[in-house]
């Protein structure tokens, strides 16, 4: 490499500065035996799974190895008892599992006595909260399905039990848990929607299912403690999606879907394509078709190299760095905790109602642009889109070092906004707040 390539390199570098992005879920650093693997896997095609046998077999071993995380017991097989694959982002992973609840839908809606061609009288609808990723909006486009948005109300972040099952019909084909929002880092009570459900399925025309999308917590609250049962260790759970890019420390590209059982009843046939591998035929499932098997390969290097000690170790890690700021974020008495990170590694917080400064959180997040920091602020989903939130996301590359640099920034940026508008507020030794105007 000469010396302009060196200089480019470094200001392309120098320019992306990956580590003070706090607003990305996705992962921006992997091990350098892991960048070459992928480098060296570029030039394989994943669906290809007869002309890449090693590449399908690791997917296979990754798809098992999570699938058991989730709770599948470890005597039972993949293809023989569960099925999944690998995807591109875990987007694709919520388009499959809703497309399978869709299809199961209309199978067992015929049985019934449905016209499903009457879209007045029996069109299907899926139940989610307000808060949503947007690819179920999309989902829900493409496939002309009613989405039906349960709103959160109150102090409430997450998926309103009290009124969930008022959305559900014999037309719902399902209905969507949330292991991880984005707005805020909440999880959805998937234990108790799935106590709900299965009081709903005793009378039931037409049973209910839920399909978990834990895009980060899947492969986050496997290796914590604090998380009430929320996958397969309840029964009407019947599939889950995750990103590899996020928590599984992945870079950008890949998810995984996994369905509790390998039937026609939770993966309807239509959706299964055969393709020959070794042999046999192996069912292939996912939407897309030619990308690299260069993803796929790093995350079975993660899950070989760190295993379920060192995810532990990795991840607990990254909790005590989100708590680290939520203690940071006290101290200065004007803000409003909704998230602490005690249980998902995502801090968001709000302006207190009566916190004496001027500005906002929109100011807070330009100024602290100005360091380099990206932190952003949005309204919260609507029925609560008045409040202002700002949300940071702990990702493994954060250390405890960056997150010192970080919050020397904050305290900068909010002393100038402080000084901007005609406000002081300090904090001395003892953590105590004092404000001056």
Not at 185 to 205: C, F, P, R
Not at 395 to 415: N, V, Y
Request: proline content about 4%; some cysteine; hydrophobic content about 40%.
């Amino acid at each position: 490499m000469n010396k302009n390539d060196q200089e480019t390199q470094q200001m392309i570098n120098n320019e992306a500065k990956a580590n003070q992005n706090l607003a990305t879920f996705c992962t921006t650093q992997m091990e350098p035996q892991a960048d070459e693997l992928m480098k060296n896997a570029l030039n394989t095609n994943a669906i290809d799974k007869s002309e890449y046998p090693k590449t399908a077999a690791m997917e296979n071993y990754c798809v098992s190895m999570i699938a058991h995380l989730w709770g599948i017991p470890d005597n039972e097989k993949i293809y023989d008892d569960f099925i999944g694959t690998s995807t591109v982002g875990s987007s694709e992973g919520c388009m499959l599992g809703g497309l399978a609840l869709l299809h199961s839908w209309k199978h067992r809606a015929k049985p019934a006595g449905f016209d499903i061609e009457d879209l007045h009288s029996h069109k299907p609808n899926l139940v989610i909260m307000s808060g949503y990723q947007v690819v179920w909006e999309k989902f829900c486009t493409y496939w002309n399905v009613e989405m039906r948005q349960v709103p959160i109300n109150g102090d409430q972040v997450s998926l309103d039990m009290d009124h969930v099952m008022d959305y559900v019909d014999e037309n719902t084909i399902g209905i969507i848990g949330i292991e991880g929002i984005t707005y805020t880092g909440s999880v959805d009570d998937i234990q108790t929607l799935d106590n709900l459900v299965t009081e709903y399925n005793k009378t039931a025309t037409m049973p209910v299912r839920i399909h978990v999308d834990a895009a980060f917590g899947g492969l986050f609250a496997p290796f914590v403690d604090g998380f009430n049962p929320w996958d397969f260790r309840l029964k009407n759970v019947v599939s889950i999606n995750v990103s590899g890019h996020k928590y599984g420390m992945v870079y950008p590209g890949l998810g995984w879907i996994v369905w509790r059982h390998n039937t026609a009843d939770i993966l309807p046939a239509e959706m299964r394509f055969q393709v020959p591998y070794l042999g046999k035929t192996v069912d292939s499932i996912a939407i897309n078709f030619s990308h690299s098997g260069a993803h796929i390969s790093a995350q079975y290097y993660n899950f070989i190299r760190f295993g379920l000690s060192g995810y532990k170790t990795i991840m607990q890690n990254v909790r005590k760095v989100s708590l680290k700021l939520t203690a940071a974020l006290k101290t200065y008495g004007i803000f409003d905790i909704l998230v602490d990170g005690s249980q998902l590694p995502i801090n968001c917080w709000k302006l207190a109602d009566d916190a004496p400064v001027g500005w906002t959180l929109y100011d807070l997040e330009s100024e602290l642009a100005k360091y380099g920091w990206q932190v952003p602020a949005y309204p919260l989903p609507k029925n609560r889109d008045d409040v202002t939130i700002s949300r940071i996301v702990v990702r493994p590359s954060m250390t405890m070092t960056i997150a010192d640099d970080f919050l020397d920034d904050l305290k900068l940026a909010i002393d100038g906004l402080n000084h901007t508008f005609g406000v002081t507020t300090t904090v001395d030794q003892d953590n105590k707040t004092t404000v001056r105007s």
